[in-house]
T-cell receptor, first 113, second 112 residues
Framework: QQQVKQSPQSLIVQKGGISIINCAYE??????FPWYQQFPGKGPALLIA?????SEKKEGRFTISFNKSAKQFSLHIMDSQPGDSATYFC????????????FGQGTRLTINP | KAGVTQTPRYLIKTRGQQVTLSCSPI?????VSWYQQTPGQGLQFLFE???????NKGNFPGRFSGRQFSNSRSEMNVSTLELGDSALYLC???????????FGNGTRLTVT
């Protein structure tokens, strides 16, 4: 029940396209859903985060969509660029900003020029 | 502002040995957390420290321990190393217990 399932494992998108990564969870007590971006040799960096009472949050080219009834949330990267090529992780925790995060398995995104 | 600093970047140890990893949080940050990252298990929470006290612990054996000092710097220790402990160990800091995590670039531990 503590798991967060992420798909796909890897994704290839053409430059300018939309990248979509999906996550699903079981624990309805989760109250904080951040997305992290990780480049090779670097630690994860926070991209954007959402609460379950919000259906969508947008920051620049990055949008989180949240479906509370389905216990699913997704990351959309609009106008994907080669510099977006990285591994993306969804995560969940019991409260906003909690330090103990449960992470999805990650999606390796490649944007072809 | 300098980011989270982890030392050393790379470590090679032999099975049965022990190891200590160090983390200096972002200046002013008082909360430090540790995560283990492996290809098989992904990112897993180890523990959280705030004001020199362990506030939360993940599902790891007692061989994994940590501490936080009065200047918020933190160390984690792994005793009696096993091959399966080979991983990237990530330290993250935040200004308090309810703020987003800022990760360092990790210490890559290889156990042979």
């Amino acid at each position: 029940q503590q798991q967060v399932k992420q798909s796909p494992q890897s994704l290839i998108v053409q430059k300018g396209g939309i990248s979509i990564i999906n996550c699903a969870y079981e624990n309805t007590a989760f109250d904080y859903f951040p997305w992290y971006q990780q480049f090779p040799g670097k630690g994860p960096a926070l991209l954007i985060a959402i609460r379950p009472d919000v259906s969508e949050k947008k920051e620049g080219r990055f949008t989180i969509s949240f479906n509370k009834s389905a216990k699913q949330f997704s990351l959309h990267i609009m106008d994907s660029q080669p510099g977006d090529s990285a591994t993306y992780f969804c995560a969940a925790s019991m409260r906003w900003g909690a330090q103990k995060l449960v992470f999805g398995q990650g999606t390796r995104l490649t944007i072809n020029p | 502002k300098a980011g989270v600093t982890q030392t050393p970047r790379y470590l090679i140890k032999t099975r049965g040995q022990q190891v200590t990893l160090s983390c200096s949080p972002i200046s002013g940050h008082r909360s430090v957390s540790w995560y283990q990252q492996t290809p098989g298990q992904g990112l897993q929470f180890l523990f959280e420290y705030f004001s020199e006290t362990q506030r939360n612990k993940g599902n790891f054996p007692g061989r994994f321990s940590g501490r936080q000092f009065s200047n918020s710097r933190s160390e984690m220790n792994v005793s009696t190393l096993e091959l399966g402990d080979s991983a990237l160990y990530l330290c993250a800091s935040s200004s308090d217990r309810n703020s987003p995590l800022h990760f360092g670039n990790g210490t890559r531990l290889t156990v042979t």
